[in-house]
């Protein structure tokens, strides 16, 4: 196996965050009351239990780099998601940056922010 990165990112409540995630064509690769792995093709996410977080103040966040960063964000529309410059979950459609990578921004339940890349 390649050297790999996975980001643990907090979950809020395991069964809500594992509907939110399989909604977008996550599955579960692990899940016990300590952890919880989703994989969707080469993406992997970890999470860990932290029911105390308020969402608004968490700082959490990671990239996805994806081939098709376009039907992504299309998946997170059709699963209900709302474009909004507020609240969680949310997204933010998908635009050419300064860094020159067009990159859209999903932030979760628990508030953890999620760039969507699309990879060159």
């Known amino acids: 196996m390649a050297d790999h990165a996975t980001p643990n990112l907090p979950s809020i409540d395991f069964e809500a965050t594992h509907r939110f995630y399989t909604a977008l064509g ?68 998908p635009a050419m940056e300064a860094s020159g990578l067009r990159i859209g921004y999903l932030v979760d339940p628990n508030g953890s922010l999620l760039r969507l890349i699309q990879n060159p």
């Open 26 to 93: 996550f599955e579960t690769g692990w899940r016990d009351g300590g952890s919880m792995i989703l994989r969707r093709g080469g993406l992997t996410l970890e999470f860990f239990p932290f029911a105390d977080l308020d969402p608004a103040e968490s700082s959490f966040g990671c990239c996805l780099r994806l081939d098709d960063l376009q039907a992504f964000y299309d998946l997170c529309l059709a699963a209900g998601i709302p474009e909004q410059s507020c609240g969680w979950p949310r997204l933010k459609a």
